[in-house]
């Protein structure tokens, strides 16, 4: 969305505020844990488009059907891009599922429209302390949680070790020892890193988050301003500009998240930056290539600077206000956390998909997968870079101008007129940072 849609989202959130003030169908239910038998319809949206991770989630909800006769459960599935719109411009006509998957980013907003229903019964159903306290806060408001964490993951470089050992270059540590190796690598149908900015997604948000990060910064100020033009932001667009030029794709101007990813996984690319979605993706399109992918700590400015996490994700499942049946969503949800289930959907997408609750990594279940043991390493470097992260924009606390860093393609099309028009970066960057501004003006 740009800032007319953003502004007619502000308007939705009040009016459905009100209409949720005014009493909801779901008021008054109980959780999962009810003593009646469970009976309706409920409709989940997820985003899990991947055969494997769609499948689990499916004979999941087979299988709760099957316990429950008198429960149906449709499954629709959006990408990430497509679930914020269909949300969004669902919110005023009621057309919004029971439950879905999220994004922090799109939980704040959800909970400022009074959109979602709070999960604290089912989370200490669950077991409180099985969470993670800073996952648990990225849905936080007025002591109540309203998400609950389904998997986690956290950002990182990927690299392709026959690439650097064939040009005798060690693993980056730096940024400037990565632009090195990714221009020397740049070669033979290979390119050496590519540099994603297509709109409608948030890709160069994420990459210009990387090294703001790196510089200990937030791509939002303390008092929850768009910060686009300090030194140190100046600094990432032009490094970014500069990786574009001189080994990326000149057609990843246009790239959404799967275009980006589809280079690495086809062996296109020697670096990239991204989860351990890495290894199933290679995996599938690639298989040759799966003993030569490996991931580091994201590079730093300065090779004796601390490790940094630019981008923790903890995703999430939330409950809509407008559900008839918040209790069949509870019982569903807390059935995906049995620990049988959850080691199967996890397994879904080994090292890809974390555990966002204690007590499952180290069963004999979770450590027998072949993909766990292979990867080990790369599991060690995700799961550490996941305690120091935080979703992009959440370094001050979760916030709706979070969700609207991400979700408005501002930055995305700041490096647009950069890459494609030849706009002079500090004034694309001050432009960006206004729209930005101007836009969380609308929700102050």
Not at 156 to 175: F, H, I, N, Q
Not at 184 to 205: I, Q
Not at 288 to 312: F, M, R, S, W
Request: proline content about 4%.
């Amino acid at each position: 969305m740009k800032k007319k849609l953003a502004m007619v989202l502000v308007g939705t959130m009040l009016m459905t505020s009100l209409l949720a003030g005014c009493g909801s169908k779901g008021e008054g239910t109980n959780n999962g844990g009810n003593d009646g038998e469970l009976s309706g319809e409920i409709t989940f949206w997820h985003s899990f488009t991947q055969g494997p991770r769609l499948e689990s989630i499916q004979a999941t909800a087979d299988k709760f059907m099957e316990e429950h006769p008198d429960v149906k459960i449709n499954i629709e599935t959006f990408s990430w891009a497509d679930f914020y719109t269909k949300w969004t411009t669902g919110l005023a006509s009621g057309n919004v599922p029971d439950m879905s998957t999220a994004l922090p980013g799109h939980v704040v907003e959800m909970m400022d429209a009074g959109a979602i229903v709070p999960l604290d019964d089912l989370i200490d159903d669950i077991g409180r302390d099985k969470f993670s306290e800073k996952a648990l806060s990225e849905g936080e408001q007025d002591e109540a949680c309203y998400s609950i964490p389904l998997y986690s993951h956290a950002q990182v470089m990927w690299y392709r070790k026959d690439l650097l050992s064939a040009a005798g270059l060690e693993v980056p540590v730096t940024w400037e020892e990565f632009a090195k190796a990714a221009k020397a690598l740049t070669k033979d149908g290979v390119y050496g890193c590519s540099f994603p900015c297509g709109s409608g997604d948030m890709m160069a948000t994420r990459f210009l988050n990387y090294y703001v990060s790196s510089a200990g910064e937030s791509l939002l100020t303390e008092d929850l301003q768009a910060n686009i033009t300090s030194d140190a932001a100046i600094d990432g667009i032009n490094f970014w500009v500069d990786i574009y030029k001189n080994c990326s794709p000149k057609d990843s101007v246009n790239y959404v998240t799967l275009d980006q990813a589809n280079l690495y996984y086809q062996g296109k690319t020697a670096f990239d930056f991204n989860s351990g979605f890495q290894i199933s993706g290679v995996a599938t399109n690639s298989p040759n290539l799966v003993d030569q992918i490996d991931c580091a700590p994201l590079p730093k400015i300065h090779e004796d600077d601390p490790d940094y996490g630019a981008e923790t994700s903890n995703i999430p499942m939330v409950v809509w206000q407008n559900s008839e049946h918040p209790e069949i969503c509870k019982a569903f949800m807390k059935e995906l956390y049995e620990p049988e289930t959850y080691t199967e959907f996890l397994m879904a997408t080994p090292v890809g998909m974390l555990p966002s609750i204690t007590g499952i990594s180290d069963t004999e279940e979770y450590q027998a997968n072949e993909t766990v043991q292979k990867y080990a390493h790369a599991e060690e470097v995700i799961t550490k870079t996941m305690d120091l992260g935080t979703a992009i924009g959440f370094e001050h606390g979760p916030s709706v101008q979070a969700g609207l860093l991400t979700s408005q393609s501002v930055i995305e099309n700041m490096f647009q007129r950069i890459l494609v028009n030849g706009e002079d970066v500090e004034k694309a960057a001050q432009e960006a940072e206004d729209e930005l501004n101007e836009l969380f003006s609308t929700i102050q």
